[in-house]
């Protein structure tokens, strides 16, 4: 891509990471887009193709282009949550807390369920031009095992997750994503376990340096797309988040896939 082109797609990430375009929406129509961003409408095929090998958008027809993530499913009413009584706390530090809360399902009687909070963290998958993934080969004690691992940790207070996506990529890799979207958000154990994750998806990336967290850094490596399937069935990829944001990537892939054959 030129200048202008890569302005142009900048402009349109910016505008869906912001939600001016939401999910379900359809898009401008390319003559209306050409127009308001000044470019050409072969130009701004490249950056629609672009967006649609990334699943950032969808196809409908032959220039029908809308933005992904609409559903069908009603939210079901009528149900009545859990009743929290109280909580109370069985160890504190800086990096775990375990409690004990009072807890009343509906038709059931109280009792007490062990609640563990951890912190809330930001994770990034950046890709490249080479439908190529930042990945960091490591070792985790825990498990004893290495694997392969998308950077990725807590947000700081008063941070906004993006800002931490950003700043852990560099971080640990050395490399600076041009862009971050937010793609989901989830809970690991969502059982016992309250450490809500943050996944994001990067784009393009300049190495401004040599990792500076030396206790998180490993084998930092560009890993071809087309081997996570791979690398999953080997039991290579390790940690919910990068499980989350690499079949994200896959399942955005193979929904537009699907979409172009038909």
């Given at each position: 891509?030129?200048p202008?082109?890569?302005?142009?797609?900048?402009?349109?990430?910016?505008?869906?990471?912001?939600?001016?375009?939401?999910?379900?929406?359809?898009?401008?129509?390319?003559?209306?887009?050409?127009?308001?961003?000044?470019?050409?409408r072969?130009?701004?095929r490249?950056v629609?193709?672009?967006?649609?090998?990334e699943?950032?958008l969808?196809?409908?027809g032959?220039?029908?282009?809308?933005?992904?993530?609409?559903?069908?499913?009603?939210?079901?009413?009528?149900?009545?949550?859990?009743?929290?009584?109280?909580?109370r706390?069985?160890?504190?530090?800086?990096?775990?807390?375990?409690?004990?809360?009072?807890?009343?399902?509906?038709?059931v009687?109280?009792?007490e369920?062990?609640?563990?909070?951890?912190?809330?963290?930001?994770i990034?998958?950046?890709?490249?031009?080479?439908?190529?993934?930042?990945?960091?080969w490591?070792?985790?004690?825990?498990?004893?095992?290495?694997?392969?691992?998308?950077?990725?940790?807590?947000?700081?207070?008063?941070?906004?997750?993006?800002?931490?996506?950003?700043?852990?990529?560099?971080?640990?890799?050395?490399?600076?994503?041009?862009?971050?979207?937010?793609?989901?958000?989830?809970?690991?154990m969502?059982?016992?376990?309250d450490?809500?994750?943050?996944?994001?998806?990067?784009?393009?990336?300049?190495?401004?340096?040599s990792?500076?967290?030396?206790?998180?850094?490993?084998?930092?490596?560009?890993?071809?797309l087309?081997?996570?399937?791979?690398?999953?069935?080997r039991?290579?990829?390790?940690?919910?988040?990068?499980?989350?944001a690499?079949?994200?990537?896959?399942?955005?892939?193979?929904?537009?896939?699907?979409?172009?054959a038909?």
């Amino acid at each position: 891509m030129g200048p202008k082109t890569a302005k142009v797609y900048e402009t349109i990430r910016a505008r869906l990471a912001s939600g001016e375009y939401a999910p379900g929406d359809k898009m401008p129509s390319e003559r209306t887009l050409s127009e308001e961003l000044g470019i050409g409408r072969t130009a701004l095929r490249q950056v629609l193709a672009r967006l649609l090998a990334e699943g950032a958008l969808e196809v409908r027809g032959r220039s029908s282009y809308r933005v992904p993530g609409a559903v069908s499913v009603a939210t079901p009413e009528g149900l009545e949550p859990w009743r929290i009584h109280g909580e109370r706390d069985l160890y504190d530090n800086r990096w775990v807390k375990l409690q004990l809360w009072d807890v009343e399902p509906p038709g059931v009687e109280r009792f007490e369920h062990h609640v563990v909070k951890l912190h809330h963290v930001a994770i990034t998958a950046v890709l490249d031009d080479q439908d190529r993934v930042l990945m960091m080969w490591r070792y985790r004690f825990v498990p004893q095992q290495w694997g392969w691992e998308l950077p990725g940790g807590i947000v700081d207070e008063g941070e906004e997750p993006s800002q931490t996506a950003l700043r852990e990529v560099v971080e640990e890799t050395g490399w600076r994503p041009k862009s971050v979207e937010h793609v989901v958000t989830f809970q690991p154990m969502v059982g016992m376990v309250d450490s809500p994750h943050e996944i994001f998806v990067g784009h393009g990336a300049e190495q401004v340096g040599s990792p500076t967290d030396l206790e998180e850094a490993g084998h930092i490596e560009w890993v071809p797309l087309a081997d996570i399937p791979g690398l999953m069935a080997r039991g290579e990829l390790m940690g919910s988040g990068t499980l989350v944001a690499l079949l994200h990537i896959l399942a955005s892939r193979g929904k537009q896939g699907a979409t172009a054959a038909r």
